[in-house]
C-alpha cells in the first residue's frame, strides 16, 4: 500500500514570498490533516477535511494560511505571504477513521520550509 | 486547555538498557491516547492507541501502559536501532477532536 505523499520535500523562500505544498493522501482515506511541526516541538494542526469538506480550521492563521481539497482526494496548503516564523516542517496525514473516533493517523515525510 | 507533557526530553541508554517514556497529560476526559515514532527527516509513524485506565499493549521491544493522569513507554533491552524521537498525543471526549501533541522524547541507544 503506497504512503502519503508530499512535496516538494524542501522549499526555501523569502519572507512575503508565497508557498504551496501538495499532499496525496492514502488512497480510500477520508479524512487528511496537515500540521505544522516546528523544530523541537511535536506536531500543530492546522487543518482537518473529511472528504472534501473542512471539519476544524480553528488553529489555521487564516490571514495568511488557506488549504483546500478538491474532489475529496489530493490537498494544497499555501502561505501568502511567508514570514520567518513559518520555518517548519509541515506534514499531512491521512485515516480511514470517521471523525470522532480515535484513530491512528498515516503521516507522509513532510515539506520542510525555511523563510529567510 | 488540554495539555501533554513529555519526560524526559532526551535520553541516552546503552544498548541493552531498558527504561521508561513518560506522557502526562491533562484533559476533560481522555478519548484516545496514541504514541508515534519519528525519525529524522521523517513523519511520525503510528506505534499504539490506548482507550481507558490500565490498558497496556506491545510491540516488539516496547510496551505501553496508560493509567488515568499518565502514559508510559516502557523500552526492554533497547537496540541502536530504536533511537528515535518518541511522541505522544490525546485527543479528549467532546467538542473539537483535535490531537494535541507532546514535544517527544528524543531517545539515542548507543552499542
Known amino acids: 500500500e503506497a504512503g502519503v505523499a508530499q512535496s516538494p520535500r524542501y522549499k526555501i523562500i523569502e519572507k512575503r514570498q508565497s508557498v504551496a505544498f501538495w499532499c496525496n493522501p492514502i488512497?480510500?482515506?477520508?479524512?487528511l490533516y496537515w500540521y505544522q511541526q516546528i523544530l523541537g516541538q511535536g506536531p500543530k494542526l492546522l487543518i482537518q477535511?473529511?472528504?472534501?469538506?473542512?471539519?476544524?480550521d480553528s488553529q489555521l492563521p487564516k490571514d495568511r494560511f488557506s488549504a483546500e481539497r478538491l474532489k475529496g482526494v489530493d490537498s494544497t496548503l499555501k502561505i501568502q505571504p511567508a514570514k520567518l516564523e513559518d520555518s517548519a516542517v509541515y506534514l499531512c496525514?491521512?485515516?480511514?477513521?470517521?471523525?470522532?473516533?480515535?484513530?491512528?493517523?498515516?503521516f507522509g515525510p513532510g515539506t520542510r520550509l525555511t523563510v529567510t | 486547555e488540554d495539555q501533554v507533557t513529555q519526560s524526559p526530553e532526551a535520553l541516552r541508554l546503552q544498548e541493552g538498557e531498558s527504561s521508561s517514556l513518560n506522557c502526562s497529560y491533562t484533559?476533560?476526559?481522555?478519548?484516545?491516547l496514541f504514541w508515534y515514532r519519528q525519525d529524522p527527516g521523517k513523519g511520525p509513524e503510528f506505534l499504539f492507541t490506548?482507550?481507558?485506565a490500565g490498558e497496556e499493549k506491545e510491540k516488539e521491544r516496547l510496551k505501553a501502559t496508560l493509567t488515568k493522569k499518565e502514559s508510559f513507554l516502557h523500552i526492554t533491552a533497547p537496540k541502536p536501532e530504536d533511537s528515535a524521537t518518541y511522541l505522544c498525543?490525546?485527543?479528549?471526549?467532546?467538542?473539537?477532536?483535535?490531537?494535541?501533541f507532546g514535544r517527544g522524547t528524543s531517545l539515542i541507544v548507543h552499542p
Open positions: 496525514a491521512s485515516s480511514d477513521r470517521a471523525q470522532g473516533t480515535p484513530y491512528e493517523q498515516y
Open positions: 488512497s480510500g482515506h477520508a479524512t
Open positions: 490506548l482507550y481507558s
Open positions: 484533559v476533560s476526559g481522555l478519548r484516545g
Open positions: 498525543a490525546v485527543q479528549a471526549v467532546g467538542g473539537s477532536y483535535i490531537p494535541t
Open positions: 477535511f473529511q472528504n472534501n469538506g473542512v471539519v476544524d
